[in-house]
């Protein structure tokens, strides 16, 4: 069994949409409401609007597979990072997303390896996210790649609003 990662096309805009929705609702449905994660998912988080996401100038995206099969994904995203973060030349990451069977392969690994690697080549001197206060796997695997917590946002699910971390790494 092997992993492998590739750059993302518009060809895979289908693809990247379906895993997104389908790994947000397996990773978040069991600690919110369903009334919630139903309206984040039929008007903010739609096929539709994924599927425009990719192959625009700002987005990049990174496909993971492990052999044959598509593993997750990565979203890296050039955009204005928040102040708190400071004057640094910033990359975000966007999503990174393992599909739930393939949690504990590899996969976030190879893609947040390659997610610091484009940001460096790209000249960044920080890699940031957010993340949701709860999700404590992720918090936990973020940690052991050296970010730390600078700032927090809101996040809407649906009609709650939940707490992110911004989560920063100095590359």
Do not use: C
Request: no cysteine; charged share 25%.
């Amino acid at each position: 069994m092997s992993l492998s990662i590739r750059h993302a096309t518009k060809e895979d805009a289908v693809l990247i949409a379906d895993i997104s929705r389908q790994t947000f609702y397996d990773t978040f449905a069991a600690d919110n409401k369903k009334a919630d994660m139903d309206k984040f998912l039929d008007e903010q988080f739609t096929r539709g609007k994924l599927i425009l996401e990719v192959g625009t100038s700002e987005n990049q995206f990174f496909l993971a597979y492990y052999d044959d099969e598509v593993a997750g994904y990565a979203k890296l995203r050039e955009s204005k990072p928040p102040a708190s973060l400071g004057n640094y030349k910033a990359l975000e990451i966007a999503r990174i997303y393992s599909l739930t069977h393939m949690i504990g392969k590899g996969v976030g690994r190879l893609l947040m390896q390659a997610s610091i690697d484009f940001a460096i080549e790209k000249g960044n001197e920080v890699i940031w996210l957010a993340v949701w206060e709860n999700n404590q796997r992720a918090i936990e695997f973020y940690a052991k790649w050296g970010f730390e917590k600078f700032g927090d946002t809101h996040f809407l699910l649906g009609d709650d609003v939940q707490i992110d971390w911004l989560l920063r790494k100095f590359l």
